[in-house]
């Protein structure tokens, strides 16, 4: 079957205003008896689709997913809305890109064109020790001696986040990565600055990432090189579940 994103392209209209969504119903398949994860995937791919990567061939056979067919998986790219990361492997991967941006000022060309292409979030959350506790004053007392120990790493980010878009960093003290996904960062719908909606989504490298499921926002937890594959705008490759 042909298929044609742009004929999938929808306006819905919303007290907070307009919004285009891309209508799984444009395409000739049943998808409601797909189950929910399939449907975030199919999607994904038509929203995708055109892209140079994603082949109407995918988006046909997530269309016609059975239950049999599972037994016979196939692989797919899929574009996660966004990315999160703790200091641990954030921090290399922020090295990375400050390390593109001077390839690029030495090349002659303009350095702030380095940037991630879907939104990053870094949570600073491992590199917490107890020095003081039993006390009010513990926690306060906690995290000023983290700010000492890691002068030098704190100054790199909060540089990255005032250099870079989509880059955004949460301070020490405010929580642990995947708590904070949960009660801050995930909004199960994503919104694009042109208005295009879809549903949010994820990779994150830490394990618990996958905690944010709970929520309806497919997550998966991922090696830093993979993450900083996502960052610049390359999709992660997984197999149709079964």
């Keep these: 079957m042909t298929i044609d994103p742009a004929s999938a392209r929808a306006s819905l209209q919303t007290s907070a205003g307009s919004f285009t969504?891309?209508?799984l119903s444009s395409l000739a398949t049943d998808v409601e008896r797909l189950p929910v994860t399939l449907k975030v995937f199919l999607e994904n791919a038509l929203r995708n689709l055109g892209n140079g990567v994603v082949r109407e061939e995918e988006v046909n056979q997530?269309?016609?997913w059975t239950a049999q067919s599972a037994d016979d998986p196939h692989?797919?790219?899929f574009y996660p809305a966004r990315v999160l990361?703790?200091?641990?492997?954030?921090v290399p991967a922020a090295v990375d890109l400050a390390a593109m941006r001077?390839?690029?000022?030495?090349?002659g060309g303009d350095p702030k064109k380095i940037n991630p292409l879907v939104p990053a979030d870094l949570v600073i959350d491992?590199?917490?020790?107890?020095d003081f506790f039993g006390s009010d004053q513990a926690f306060q007392l906690n995290v000023e001696r983290e700010y000492e120990r890691n002068q030098?790493?704190?100054a790199l980010l909060r540089w990255c986040q005032q250099a870079f878009e989509n880059f955004r960093v949460v301070p020490p003290g405010r929580g642990i990565v995947h708590q904070v996904n949960l009660e801050y960062l995930a909004s199960v719908v994503h919104r694009r600055p042109d208005g295009t909606i879809y549903p949010d989504s994820l990779v994150g490298t830490d394990s618990h990432t996958t905690m944010v499921n709970g929520l309806g926002v497919l997550g998966w937890g991922v090696g830093g090189i993979e993450a900083?594959?996502?960052?610049?705008?390359?999709?992660?490759?997984?197999?149709?579940?079964?």
């Design 21 to 23: 969504y891309y209508r």
């Design 62 to 64: 997530m269309a016609g």
């Design 75 to 77: 692989e797919f790219p």
């Design 85 to 90: 990361m703790q200091d641990f492997t954030g």
């Design 102 to 107: 001077s390839a690029m000022a030495r090349l």
């Design 126 to 130: 491992h590199s917490v020790q107890v």
């Design 152 to 154: 030098e790493r704190y």
């Design 228 to 242: 900083e594959a996502v960052l610049l705008g390359q999709p992660l490759y997984l197999l149709t579940p079964e």
